[in-house]
């Protein structure tokens, strides 16, 4: 089966909210599943935790690999991992909270609730609240010293943060650009636990996570579940073996970096954002949270509103964060438009969560998008059950998979970071015979695909597009095409 474009333009997708649509984009989580558990063996990823939520619930909640390599803990949907930037997504909501209870504004400025900064000589005490939710404050990224990042010392305790502000902290002029700041978070926590007289994790938690029931989500290091963490591990950077990297308090930066959940709790967090569900804020304080303040890249692909990263995904338009944190490296989104939410969690500094999350995305648009041309219209399947002819096929030349999406049988490549970047539409002929009805030209298109069965019906081999024999693969396994050695 030949590596080659996308095929046949589709229609554009309907909201997974209708039953149909629903049972559409329910079938392809399966492959979602297999698709991740390739990725995350072909780059040796420690361990993948993910989830996904539409149609008003969980649909999807599941984990490959290991908690940690030295026991060889299974990885679990239960575990823990550190979702770093995700923070910033709670503490604006807290703000925002804040702001719809009248305790404060935003365009107050940070001096109004932290008075210490009054004074600064950085000019940090006249920035506003606005300005920070949207990293628009000129703040100091980490700080001049910012290898708290690397373990090299602790993270900043209050006093500390205070300190980093005061005298260094702004090096743009409010309201002038986008510059990304830990800093700035870390200051919008203060204020919420100032204005609330709350500390911050002990408000996140009366406010946001325990009205939604995320029983696995806090604010901060808890050491009283130190063992459900998941294991964080350094890259291949520079080195081919990993090693772990230990949890550590994130003291007065938690607001903008100290969360820990599970991917199920972020989904169903996220899909609390969507408007008119009524949790967490007012929808229009909801739309104001996600309005685009600034682009991030001169192209302007990437934006952010208050706490929210936006951006294109599968070519819809998403809002949520990713996080990277010392070990874990994560990503978060929903579309809210469809009311879709995803969530990957990886436990390695080079963790693929980003290839991953927009991949699990793509792979529901494509079931939930209809083609011009419904190509299952030949053969005894009419439409119907095609499992006799799906599955994960391997040769020398690399693995194969053949999938329903939706009205669609294709044949894709799982070793990308793309799914749908090679991908050839599939006819049914008859039972042991498919066709290639569409894809590149420089692939097999026209060709026909021949599967061989046991007398068990099980498939034994296929002869793919272009007449190479493929054999059934499952991740995991070593793969040795059965021909006799050469010379």
Known sequence: MTSTSASTAPTSPPAPTDETAVAAATAVLPYVERWIAYRAWKL?????????????????????????LASGTPLTTGHLFRIASHSKTFTATAILQLMEAGRLRLDDTVATHVPELIDASSGIGRVRLRELLEHGGGVLRDGLDGDHWQHAQAFPDEGELLAMVRDDGVKAEPNSRFDYSNLGYGLLGLVVSRVSGQPFADYTHEHITAPLGLDHTHAELDPRRAGDYATGYSGFHTSLERRPLAHVDTGALAPATGFASTAEDVVRYLAAHRLGSGELLTDASKRLQRRRAWTSTPAGEVGYGMGLILEKVAGRDVLGHSGGYPGHITRSFLDPEDQIAVSVLTNAIDGPAHELSSGVLALIDAALRTPDRRSLTSGPTELGDTSMFEGRFAGVWGVRDVVRLGDRLVTLSPGGPDPLAAVDELEVVDDSTLRIVSGDGFGAVGEHIGYERDPAGEVVSVRAGGGVTLWPHRVGEEFTPPFPPTA
Do not use: E, T
């Not at 361990?47 to 649909?59: E, L, T």
């Open 44 to 68: 040796r990823v420690p361990g993948v935790q993910y989830a996904v939520w539409f149609g008003g619930r969980v649909r999807l909640s599941g984990a490959v690999g290991s908690a940690d």
